[in-house]
């Protein structure tokens, strides 16, 4: 059967009751439906859904207790109203304890008592429902956002496991040299790259590389510039591209092919086979990379800036710088990230801070670390790398 608007069940054994609730409603527009036992309003509640219950605590065939549980079970958003008098108002708090919404106290001499005391139940009910509702909807969206958000951290996760094992061991000796990095990611992926190499010359190819953005944008481009160098390798030979400015020039029109929405800086050098000269080349790498000639020496100074980031425009040029490299000598190179953790003001101050850093720890990579307190940052607000090139003998 339809539910009918407006409907009003009232369960009450008496008659007389049922008499005065008929004339108090009478034009509230409730379509009053008089039940006199339990298993009626039961049985009435299998298909018809009401507005609002109106229970009467009078009589001998109705047990308060035991009838509000039942209605709550089957009817659990129901509003219902108790009706108590002088010898019945003991029955209220318990009935109030057991689901019933409100009450009203019989004899009633001004009709709009009743109507407000329904319509107000009814009210406060339809809204219960509406938070009820809408708390569900908001479970649910929050449910199937975190299974999402688990998912990403998952996908994020194996990207990580990814990215790791395309980075090179660290520490890594070839002869005198020892290469070693570290990178402190601000989300799990990482932008910042650093790889080091042998090429088919004997010379030693190295970078660190910063691209633009966070997260899995930014690691797909670090993979992307792996391959590349990976490219560079295996067709050494027919490429030609032997010097480090030229290899920054042919990186730039490879990336400019695959068309990323990121940029990249990047630092080059090439120690020479005999181990006595580097050559580099910027691609706008900031903060320059630090070269110290001497261990425990206040000599360590900044090396050559310049050039545009990889990706941006085909007429980037790109130039090669030589250094000459004594018997004991430390690089050292950081990602801009670094100045996020730093407390120096000003950019200036900090850039002066990491010379400083390189000459009193040697260019050592664990003791910058410690000294810039990373282990001891939380929260980073972008990628962070060191990566130190050090020759001693």
């Known amino acids: 059967m339809k539910v009918r608007s407006g409907e009003l069940l009232l369960l009450s054994h008496a008659a007389d009751t049922q008499d005065e609730i008929g004339d108090l409603l009478e034009g509230s527009g409730f379509d009053v439906v008089n039940v006199t036992t339990e298993e009626d309003c ?22 308060p207790d035991s009838t509000l549980v039942t209605l709550r079970q089957q009817a659990p958003r129901l509003p219902i109203v108790l009706l108590a008098d002088a010898s019945t108002v003991h029955l209220v708090v318990s009935g109030l304890k057991l689901g019933a919404d409100d009450y009203l106290m019989l004899p009633l001499g001004d009709p709009a008592i009743m109507h407000y005391v329904l319509h107000d139940t009814i009210q406060r009910k339809r809204e219960l429902k509406r938070r009820l509702n809408n708390e569900k909807a908001l479970a649910k969206s ?3 956002l975190l299974e999402s958000l688990q998912q990403l951290e998952q996908d994020q996760q194996a990207g990580f496991r990814v990215q790791r094992g395309l980075m090179p061991d660290t520490p890594l000796i070839f002869d005198s040299l020892t290469f070693e990095h570290v990178i402190h990611p601000s989300l799990i992926l ?18 660190i590389a910063d691209v633009s953005g966070h997260g899995a944008a930014g690691a797909i481009v670090t993979v992307v510039l792996k391959g590349l160098f ?10 030609s591209i ?5 290899i920054l020039n042919w990186l730039n029109q490879e990336l400019l092919k695959v068309h990323l929405e990121q940029h990249v800086t990047l630092f080059l050098g090439l120690i020479s086979e005999d181990r006595k000269t580097l050559d580099y080349s910027n691609a706008a790498h900031f903060p320059g990379t630090i070269f110290s000639g001497v261990e425990g020496t206040d000599g360590a100074e900044y090396l050559e800036l310049g050039g545009l980031p990889l990706g941006i425009i085909a007429t980037a040029d790109y130039v090669e710088h030589t250094v000459a490299l004594p018997n004991n000598f430390s690089l050292v190179m950081f990602s801009d990230g670094v100045f996020e953790i730093m407390p ?8 002066k801070h990491l010379v400083s850093l390189v000459n ?3 260019g050592g990579l664990d003791c910058l670390a410690e000294k810039l307190g990373l282990s001891d940052v939380t929260d980073i607000p ?7 090139v050090t020759k001693t003998g």
């Open 42 to 63: 039961l049985a009435r509640l299998q298909y018809s859904r009401p507005e609002i219950l109106l229970v009467s605590l009078a009589g001998p065939t109705i047990y």
């Open 142 to 144: 929050n449910k199937m």
């Open 344 to 351: 120096q003001a000003g950019l200036q101050a900090k850039e």
């Open 190 to 207: 990482s932008g910042d790259a650093i790889d080091y190499f042998e090429l088919p010359d004997q010379r030693i190819l190295f970078y």
């Open 360 to 362: 009193c720890t040697g």
């Open 230 to 239: 990976q490219q560079l390798v295996s067709e050494y030979e027919m490429l």
């Open 242 to 246: 032997t010097a480090a400015n030229d």
């Open 382 to 388: 972008d990628d962070i790398a060191i990566f130190t």
